[in-house]
């Protein structure tokens, strides 16, 4: 008996803010959370991404504010009274208990008799691909399976909201990827709500329906992943959505919701974003500049080139400052010292506040 | 508690104060008899029958607090909040009520003239609380716990809200209040002087602080004589433990494992057997004596009795528990700092100084505090040893036990000792931050542990080995003391010591008597240790749970109370017990509870620090997982965390056990006819001269505690963690004993 396809409960957080003392951990905010969706809280460490989580999962009282789940006021409700569930960042896999007692865990606790909560747990473990492991301990398995053990004792209840806490930060950087891969695989095919903390930003745009990326206890932007990398509000989200230019320019004119933006010798025509005429900033993003002969463009000089395989990365120093250029040219590579020209790509540049 | 229905302890109360008798009563009696009882005698009846049928008004607001609660714990209707704030007021109420009611009316009458003058002159007395008391306290208390929990304190858990209420109780009871005895008992009137003038005579004493052994060849007071006595002993304890604590954990010495044994001896020695071997080396008929009187003629006389052998003795004793510190502060150090120096080119030598010792200093500072304080309490070293030279804890004993059975001076003296060891703690706390008393259970990262210097080595040799020898030597001398017949002049050996403290003589019809002097005080003292035992660990446990777990307000002010009450010495302990519960309300003295309390008061922190200690290995996420998959605070405890510090729950209940059967200092003053501790009877023995039997006793209590210690150590085991082996528990949680 494997886990069915349910509908996710929709979370709405009302005002929810968290002090401890005078230090204020999460500013009062407000989300919503679409049922059936996976939503990433992405942002440095001390941001309020994990606060955020675990007002949700119950752990923490929020000071102010109100929490819905499934249009329930849950805010006051202790943790094994919301109808959520928790993956730990250290997977808090119970040692002492193997494999299927620590899955059925929950189930016991919620009342159901103990042979019938192995079944499920056993139909669990099978879901996440550990089926026949149950008699093991915690610690005869390998990260990636002890993992997959946590998301089972997690699913096994069959959550309205799964919350998983940078799961997958224990990991190397290939069974990560792999896990990643499966945690979104299992959310769309359970079509349950998932509130997932990160604070890698690769991993919020390969998991994620919608990305809420936070600074200092509030959020800085939420948006589709590809909202938040092309089109960044400001110099803080550009620059945490991946490698970004931050370049001075000028807004020279604008009209029908075009500007016209000056950036050294370049000009561009980019979403005007409600800037005015005069001094801003552009995000460039490092794929979005190509490399030309001296005397097009933008004129620089290659101050370090790297090959990485894939690609080239450049550092190009020019008059507004260094630039850094990823080039997928790897077969036509320039050397440091040389000079070059530099020229924008419509995409991958975007006009921020700075 | 959170599947119990709020009315439990309402109902726990009602019975406690309708049903069962509320006095302590000499006899036991069935429930039957309960009526017939309470119709005769009003001290055999429940306090619900004493007011309605006695005429015993003071318990009417003890009845009026159980109407209070009783409407919180209707079934249907209130809101929660109101409930829990009916239940709360009920609870409050009902506890002071009895409080109230116990204070005011004593043994004979009103307990202060104002009240007989308030309420007119009383015709009649009552005893100390005994079971239905008891149970409608408690029930008040939980009654109370579980309104706060249902007003939304302690995020709403009401076995937080009991386990925290029991805890803070617990600390009122058995310290704040006998703490408060002392200080009035201080204060007291004598003779024609009132409060103030009697506590600045008592307090300026020549006896406790004069400095004539400055300018003349007199003795000073006896808190200088304390004071000094603990600095030399802390000073050279230290030193010494330091030396074990290098050579064990930075050098190749290959007898490690024997060294590290030493650190269990001060948990299974009683704390007087270095004095006895020490005096059967250097007292008057002492080996050292006879052979330099045979060679030289002169006599070396009483030498060893005085500042000097105290000194000595308490070195040895306090040496491996300094050494048990030490031993953590070392391995703390870690080995990259000490790699990084050595690639900054820094030479063994100039790593020692420049890092790995200031690293140390803390805990170093820590040892020194923690001998220091053991020294202050110890009771059983200078009470052998001390002759003349008198301190702070004997001197307390000789005021309370002597002719003159002066409380206030002893309540004095506890204080001025109190003093001290309040002045240690605040010095250790601040020395060691907020780690305060959890082991530093750093993670090791990765390297060796650099070699000491070999300058270094060689002098930790020079100064450890020779020790160790000596300290062998001590407790050889002092277990053969109990195989020959009289010690210095007659060597003949002998079992007689044995068969007079164990003998056992068949009886005509195939029975057998225990005849020996020992079995009677031996079966006090493990049937109590074995009855203090559970609740101590069990106690200490939930505390260090509690502490190391939730978050409520008020929980550093428990945490502190609960590290006061651990820094209060036994001596002070004792005097302070006899003190408070002599009389009603809680007239426990001469009884076992009075010396289980003294127990598990005394020996808590040892179920506090092994759980502490246990507690930070277990990742927060583990409870927080079990929250989340539904699973109550309770149904947490028991599965997820009870299981998991197994080797924590084992520990302390073993050293629980053991050490309140070593303990002398507090006991020594709770001991009554029925109740006579082994320890007690030992120090008797001593006292009289009569070495033989006490030598025999103390081993076989060494020997019996050696057991106990083995028995955990295979049956704690490993945990079945699989492959990842289990983080070691602490099995020797470090200081605090006497």
């Known amino acids: 008996m494997t886990l069915q396809r349910r509908s996710g409960a929709e979370v709405r957080l009302e005002g929810i803010g968290k002090r401890y003392g005078a230090v204020t951990a999460v500013k009062p905010l407000d989300l919503v959370i679409e049922g059936g969706t996976l939503v990433t809280l992405l942002g440095p460490s001390g941001c309020g991404k994990t606060t955020l989580l675990r007002m949700i999962a119950g752990l923490e009282l929020p000071s102010e504010g109100r929490i819905f789940i499934g249009g329930r006021d849950v805010s006051r409700l202790p943790a094994g009274e919301r109808d959520v569930s928790l993956v730990f960042q250290s997977y808090a896999l119970f040692p002492h208990m193997t494999v299927g007692e620590n899955v059925a865990y929950g189930l016991v606790s919620s009342g159901m008799a103990r042979r019938a909560a192995a079944e499920r747990a056993a139909g669990a473990l099978e879901s996440v691909g550990l089926a026949g492991l149950g008699e093991r301990l915690p610690s005869e398995l390998s990260g990636g399976q002890q993992q997959r053990v946590a998301v089972a004792r997690a699913l096994v209840l069959e959550p309205a909201v799964l919350l998983f806490d940078e799961p997958l930060s224990n990991l190397d950087a290939r069974l990560r990827r792999r896990m990643r891969d499966e945690i979104r695989e299992l959310q769309q095919r359970l079509g349950v709500t998932v509130v997932y903390v990160t604070h890698d930003q690769s991993e919020a745009l390969a998991v994620s329906d919608r990305i809420v990326v936070m600074r200092n206890a509030e959020i800085a932007q939420a948006g589709a992943p590809d909202d938040l990398y092309e089109r960044p509000v400001d110099v803080f989200v550009a620059g945490f959505m991946g490698e970004a230019n931050v370049l001075p320019a000028r807004v020279a004119a604008i009209a029908g919701g075009e500007a016209s933006v000056a950036i050294g010798p370049l000009e561009l025509h980019l979403p005007y974003r409600g800037l005015a005429v005069g001094p801003a900033s552009v995000a460039v993003r490092p794929e979005a500049v190509r490399i030309g002969p001296p005397g097009t463009g933008l004129a620089g000089m290659v101050a370090r080139a790297t090959y990485m395989g894939a690609v080239m990365e450049y550092t190009i120093d020019t008059a507004l400052g260094a630039v850094f250029v990823v080039s997928g040219e790897v077969g036509r590579t320039h050397a440091a010292g040389e000079s070059v020209g530099l020229t924008l790509a419509g995409r991958g540049v975007v006009l921020v506040r700075p | ?738």
């Open chain 2, 1 to 738: 508690m959170r599947h119990v229905a709020p009315a439990w302890w309402w109902v726990a109360a009602a019975v406690g104060a309708t049903v069962l008798p509320w006095h302590m009563q000499q006899a036991g009696l069935g429930l039957g008899d309960l009526r017939a009882f309470a119709a005769a005698d009003p001290d055999a009846a429940s306090a619900a029958a004493q007011a309605v049928l006695h005429g015993r008004f003071w318990f009417w607001p003890v009845l009026a607090a159980l109407a209070v609660g009783a409407v919180g714990s209707l079934p249907p209707g209130l809101a929660r909040p109101r409930r829990g704030a009916l239940l709360f007021a009920g609870g409050v109420l009902g506890l002071l009520a009895v409080a109230a009611q116990g204070f005011a009316v004593g043994i004979a009458g009103w307990t202060t003239p104002r009240l007989a003058s308030l309420f007119g002159p009383l015709d009649d007395r009552q005893f100390g609380i005994g079971l239905g008391g008891c149970v409608a306290v408690l029930g008040f208390l939980f009654q109370a716990t579980d309104g706060l929990a249902l007003r939304g304190a302690f995020k709403g858990d009401r076995f937080t809200a009991g386990a925290v209420g029991l805890l803070a109780f617990s600390i009122l009871v058995f310290t704040v209040w006998p703490m408060a005895t002392i200080l009035a008992e201080a204060f007291a009137g004598r003779g024609d002087l009132g409060p103030l003038a009697a506590f600045a005579e008592r307090a300026a004493d020549r006896k406790v602080w004069g400095m004539e052994c400055v300018s003349s060849g007199r003795s000073c007071g006896v808190a200088w004589n304390s004071l000094a006595l603990a600095i030399a002993t802390a000073t050279l304890a230290t030193l010494l433990g330091l030396c074990f604590a290098l050579i064990v954990t930075r050098t190749g010495f290959r007898a490690k494992r024997a060294l590290r044994l030493l650190t269990v001896l001060p948990i299974i020695t009683p704390p007087f057997v270095i004095g006895l071997g020490l005096i059967l080396i250097f007292g008057r008929a002492g080996v050292v004596n006879q052979i330099v009187e045979a060679v030289t003629g002169s006599q070396l006389g009483r030498w060893i009795y005085g500042f000097q052998g105290v000194w000595l003795a308490q070195v040895f004793s306090f040496t491996p528990t300094a050494f048990l510190v030490l031993i953590g502060v070392v391995e703390g150090v870690s080995p990259t700092m000490e790699e990084a120096a050595h690639t900054l080119r820094a030479s063994r030598l100039r790593t020692f100084l420049t890092v790995s010792l200031p690293l140390m200093r803390p805990g170093i500072a820590n040892a020194w505090l923690v001998v220091f304080v053991e020294s202050l309490a110890d009771f059983g070293n200078p009470i052998v040893l001390g002759g003349s030279f008198g301190v702070l804890s004997t001197e307390i004993f000789f005021a309370v036990v002597g002719a003159q059975a002066d409380f206030g001076r002893a309540a004095m003296l506890a204080l001025v000792l109190l003093a001290f060891a309040l002045a240690a703690f605040f010095l250790q706390r601040a020395v060691l931050g907020r780690r305060s008393y959890v082991a530093v259970a750093g993670k090791g990262d990765g390297g060796l542990a650099t070699p000491l210097p070999r300058g270094i080595a060689r002098a930790a040799f020079a100064v450890a080995i020779p020790w160790a020898i000596l300290t062998i030597v001590v407790y050889a001398m002092a277990l053969a003391g109990a195989f020959v017949k009289v010690w210095g002049r007659d060597w003949t050996p002998t079992l007689d010591h044995f068969r007079r403290a164990f003998d056992v003589t068949p009886t005509a019809d195939g029975g057998f008597i225990l005849s020996g002097l020992a079995w009677n005080s031996l079966g006090t003292t493990v049937t109590l240790a074995a009855i203090a035992a559970p609740v101590t660990a069990a106690l200490g446990i939930l505390a260090s749970w509690i502490l190391s777990r939730q978050r409520f307000a008020g929980r550093f002010a428990l945490e502190f109370a609960l590290m006061l009450t651990f820094a209060v010495p036994g001596t002070v302990i004792g005097v302070s017990y006899i003190l408070t519960y002599n009389v009603p309300p809680l007239e426990i003295t001469g009884t076992g509870v009075i010396l289980v309390a003294c127990f598990v008061f005394r020996n808590m922190p040892v179920g506090v620090r092994s759980g502490m200690a246990a507690m930070s290995q277990l990742d927060r996420s583990l409870d927080e997982a079990s929250a989340t998959l539904r699973a109550s605070t309770t149904r947490t405890l028991a599965r997820v965390i009870l299981p998991l510090l197994k080797p924590a729950i084992l520990t302390a209940l073993v050293y629980s056990f053991v050490r309140a059967m070593t303990t002398v200092s507090a006991v020594i003053f709770l001991v009554s006819a029925q109740h006579e501790m082994a320890t007690v009877f030992i120090i008797n023995r001593v006292i009289n001269g009569d070495y033989g039997v006490s030598i025999a006793y103390s081993a076989a209590l060494i020997v019996l505690m050696v057991a106990a210690i083995g028995v955990i150590h295979l049956a704690v085991g490993r945990r079945r963690l699989g492959r990842r082996a289990a983080a070691p528990a602490p099995l020797v949680p470090a200081g605090g004993r006497v």
